[in-house]
């Protein structure tokens, strides 16, 4: 028969090897501590995106209330950005080496 030592061996060898078997599951499995930290990433990228496109939304709106206001600025964004230009008017393009 064996020994008490080689039992109680035997059992700690047991709950040694169940507690390594918990411990990768809590940080390796598809629940684990490693994938929640990535969704924290993961989240507070998303939450500076958003807040990032939210800034672009307010700029937006901002020029587009501006352009239903001031005509100067209608015509400059139809110059700059549309290339039109007035009736009788020339255009003179300056090219830059």
Do not use: C, H, W
Not at 1 to 28: D, E, W
Not at 87 to 92: A, D, L, P, T, W
Request: no cysteine; hydrophobic share 40%; proline share 1%.
């Amino acid at each position: 028969m064996s020994t008490p030592k080689k039992k109680n061996k035997l059992k700690l060898f047991i709950y040694f090897l169940v507690f390594i078997a918990v411990v990768a599951f809590l940080f390796f499995s598809r629940f684990g501590v490693l994938k929640y930290l990535d969704l924290l990433k993961q989240e507070e990228n998303l939450k500076s995106q958003i807040e990032q496109v939210d800034k672009e939304n307010q700029n937006l709106k901002n020029e587009m209330d501006s352009l239903k206001s001031v005509d100067a600025k209608i015509e400059k964004v139809a110059r700059e950005k549309y290339n039109m230009k007035r009736k009788n008017e020339k255009v003179i393009k300056i090219e830059s080496k």
